[in-house]
């Protein structure tokens, strides 16, 4: 495919980079360890707490002990959620067991494996309506699970000497258009270092507004196609939607200069 770099960012896990790592690379494609955590962020203004996605980016060496020791727990917390959730669809009349979803996502299932399930016993037609009927914060099912908030996701990665970095920045922005510079403010408060620029989903106009925002707070800037298998089937992992993605290789370069502030 032409890569020379690929990040494994799963959420609230280092297994995939783990198998990764223990296998040979091959030949010119580095392989940079990183994790996508669910956080919740509580602004000044709001008396609801919403769900925030928070990459961490291990550019010089992997996470300590004590990070992999914290996301056993968080584990655990999506266990627990999954166990409800289930429950939760059963009382709608929806048959859709844990164990089906189990099945397909192992020892870290997640709401994308519940949505295959939904698919493939018709209750929707697609991963995107399994999600918006059933599954997102606002949908019937959805059942809250622990998450640690904004400020200590960014701590935790700090602390284990990652740069933490908001991802797909324009799925949070888009629903409060006019306080974009607030919560991006509040979020360098709590210790916010990157924000990514590039993305699958971003037009041109709206990574370069990123850009535009990453330079006038001091940001670091990363990039990912954010490719999920067949859950997200027209991103192609490296290449984004139909080609829209060249993420160059000094993006990678700068992020590994960039300051680790713990």
Known sequence: MGLEAVAISDHDTLAGYDYAAA??????????CAIELSTKLRTRNS???RTVHLLGYFLRSGPSSEFRQWLVRLQESRRDRNRRLADRLQSLGVDVSLAEAEELGGNLTGRPHFA???VRKGYVSTIQQAFDVYLDESAKA?????????????ERIRASGGLPILPHPHRLFQHEPGNTDLLLREMIDRGLQGIEAYHSEHSPRQAQYLVTLAARYGLAISGGSDFHGDVKPDVRLGTGINCNLCIQREILEKLRAWPVKS
Do not use: H
Request: aromatic share 6%; net charge negative.
């Open 23 to 32: 296998e040979p690379i091959p030949a010119g494609i580095e392989l940079v």
């Open 142 to 154: 959805y059942v809250d699970r622990l998450e640690p908030s904004f400020a200590e996701g960014v």
């Open 116 to 118: 295959k399930v939904l």
């Open 47 to 49: 008396s609801r707490a």
